[in-house]
């Protein structure tokens, strides 16, 4: 972020103009918002800006995080930002998301081709929202999708799900993996309940 | 006649204990019982991930004459032929075979035991899977990727009654052993203080790198497996995925853990752990590496010991554990026992102290004895949980870059949302710890 440029400043006694500054700054490249460059990250390009955002992200101070939550969520929402960008958005919200991240992720939940990239954020958020959006995503996905779905809630201990994943153990029309992932997880949830 | 075979079992054990650097086993002949060795008797073994780490156990495993190797399973079809080649060869047989699922060998009923020599981010959905087909693991280290992933190994091999046995084979060298219950028994009085020294990296790539061609006969999309999804590129695969997050941690986990393991050992912490941790890093801010290049962490075990892990810039391709206490130091590497006096060295090796740590001087005869007792192995997976905790907790306080307090015995930070929520990841689908 640019920081402020003061107007006027008085270093040994002697007083320079604004006009003086901006011919000092001419020395001097801007730095690009870290914020905007992440949305341009590709595979094996420069990852320096975003090394920035992270390193702000896990420094952020609990009232700081509100804030930076959203800003994750705007880059998120940027139709420009590229996959690789929306995995390391994901990856911040892992880390201070909220239930805020509900209404931009559970649309990605749905999709077949982005559940992982919504579960990756939304696996590390407590909050009953979550559990609902995830137990109401497995009637949308099938194939790998749904397998990685019935893992999370597993892990997540959501005992309300036990009687969708019932459910799907016992439908001969899905497939072995899903419901094999159905039985392993309603193991855990039947031994926690 | 094989040139395998023209050695005797001793001269074999001997000679394949030089094999790998990193393995470094030790060259014992194994002193479990004989008469093991008909074909119904014997342990029959499996291994998951045959590339370089594994390549030390499958030639040891070669000279025990109770054990038969009979499946081997690689994402790289270049590693599983030339493993199973290597292993046929060895018995003079033709009867290991090669698999390119690792699930599809675990639901062959005739094997006992598993070999985990995976990428570190396939460890424990490996041994897990391994352990709910009834098979005892030994599972290379570090144990886990992650915190939770050690819990949950923990809890498998509980769950189902299995044998697990992590591969930190300095638990089965006497001189660790004989260094940490020295330690254990106060044999430097009062301790104060353990300093580690881990090696540099030893691996390194350019700032930035491009998607490459996956090589014939690579699985690129079941190696990544759990991990987050990037194209293939050389730099990223074999051996190097030591170095990326997503798949490892670095030194700390590569080198770190074995020497961490003996302060864990020494400190009698094999279910415990450190309350708080401090450290810097410094990691690469772009590339495709993305571990610590420099680490340094200090932890605090509830009794005051301060236990620092650091890494050394001297060339020195080993780690190194110094204990330092009331009555001065003993440091114990791979390669010498040293000490501030040399009387300390003359009290190790005389073991007089009341505590007696079980002894094990194999490694793997430890793993194979156990699989016939039933009893737990000299590195159980507690242990080695444990000590790969340490090294995510260094690893998690250097990229937080703030003092971390830890409850080893609930497993979580205290009043860290954001170190709380590092202890795990997401995994791809469909793969999952459920």
Redesign the interface.
């Known amino acids: 972020m640019a920081e402020n440029t003061p107007s006027t400043e008085t270093r040994g006694g002697r007083s320079r103009g604004s006009s003086e500054f901006r011919n000092y700054e001419e020395w001097f490249t801007a730095s690009p918002d870290p914020w905007a460059e992440i949305a341009k990250l590709e595979?094996?390009?420069?990852?320096?800006f975003a090394?920035t955002v992270r390193s702000m992200v896990?420094?952020a101070e609990?009232a700081q995080r509100p804030a930076m939550e959203t800003r994750l969520l705007q880059v998120l929402a940027n139709p420009k930002s590229t996959e690789v960008a929306r995995?390391f958005i994901v990856?911040m919200l892992?880390?201070?998301g909220s239930e805020k991240c509900v209404p931009a992720l559970a649309p990605l939940l749905a999709d077949p081709r982005t559940?992982?990239v919504a579960?990756?954020a939304l696996?590390?958020i407590t909050d009953p929202a979550i559990d609902e959006i995830y137990r109401n995503a497995l009637g949308q996905l099938s194939?790998?999708?749904k397998?990685?779905?019935?893992?999370?809630i597993?892990?997540r201990g959501d005992i309300k799900a036990i009687g969708a994943l019932i459910a799907l153990e016992k439908n001969a029309g899905e497939t072995a993996?899903v419901r094999t992932?159905a039985t392993?997880?309603l193991e855990?949830l039947t031994t926690k309940a | 006649m094989n040139p395998l075979y023209a050695l005797s079992r001793r001269e074999f054990l001997r000679n394949s204990a030089v094999v790998g650097a990193a393995v470094a086993l030790p060259a014992i002949l194994p002193s479990r019982l004989f008469g093991q060795n008909a074909p119904s008797k014997q342990i029959t073994v499996g291994f998951i991930g045959v590339g370089n780490i594994a390549q030390g156990h499958m030639d040891t495993l070669l000279g025990f004459d109770d054990v038969r190797i009979l499946a081997v399973s690689d994402v790289d079809r270049a590693h599983r032929d030339a493993a199973a080649k290597h292993i046929n060869t060895g018995y003079g047989k033709n009867d290991c075979k090669a698999y390119a699922d690792f699930r599809e060998m675990l639901a062959r009923p005739d094997l006992d035991a598993i070999w985990v020599c995976t990428p570190d981010h396939w460890h424990a959905l490996a041994a897990i899977e391994a352990m709910r087909h009834g098979k005892d693991v030994y599972v290379e280290k570090p144990l886990t990727l992650t915190i939770r992933e050690g819990r949950e190994l923990v809890n498998a091999a509980r769950k189902y009654n299995r044998v697990a046995q992590t591969g930190t084979q300095q638990r089965s060298s006497k001189r660790f052993h004989d260094t940490a219950e020295f330690i254990r028994n106060g044999g430097l009085g009062k301790l104060d203080r353990i300093d580690i020294l881990i090696p540099a990296n030893n691996k390194h790539c350019g700032?930035?790198?491009?998607?490459e061609p996956v090589p014939e006969g690579l699985d690129w999309d079941m190696w990544l497996g759990p991990a987050?999804w990037?194209?293939f590129?050389r730099q990223g695969c074999h051996y190097n995925f030591r170095f990326i997050l997503d798949c490892a941690a670095g030194q700390v986990t590569n080198w770190g853990v074995h020497y961490i393991d003996i302060a864990q050992w020494a400190l009698g912490m094999d279910e415990s752990g450190p309350v708080e941790i401090e450290g810097h890093g410094e990691?690469p801010?772009?590339?495709?590496f993305s571990t610590a290049t420099k680490v340094d962490f200090t932890c605090r075990y509830a009794n005051g010991v301060m236990l620092r892990c650091h890494t050394r810039y001297d060339g020195v391709g080993d780690g190194n554990v110094r204990f330092f206490g009331e009555r001065g130091w003993v440091d114990v590497s791979r390669s010498a026992n040293t000490a501030s006096d040399p009387m300390l060295l003359k009290e190790i090796t005389a073991r007089q102290g009341a505590i007696k740590i079980p002894l094990s001087t194999n490694h793997h005869d430890n793993f194979i004895s156990c699989i016939r007792s039933r009893q737990r192995p000299i590195s159980d997976v507690e242990f080695g949980h444990r000590t790969t905790s340490v090294c995510n907790l260094g690893n998690i306080a250097m990229?937080?870059?703030?003092k971390l307090r830890w409850d080893p015995v609930r497993e979580e930070f205290a009043d860290d949302?954001?170190a709380n929520?590092?202890r795990?990841?997401?995994?791809?689908?469909?793969?999952?710890?459920?």
């Open positions: 595979h094996g390009s420069d990852r320096t090394t896990m420094n609990p995995m990856r892992a880390l201070i559940t992982d579960r990756y696996d590390e194939g790998p999708a397998v990685g779905l019935i893992g999370s597993g892990l993996e992932a392993r997880a855990r | 700032a930035t790198w491009a998607a987050p990037r194209p590129n990691f801010t772009t590339g495709l990229q937080l870059g703030r949302v954001i929520r590092m795990q990841r997401s995994m791809r689908a469909p793969w999952s710890l459920v």
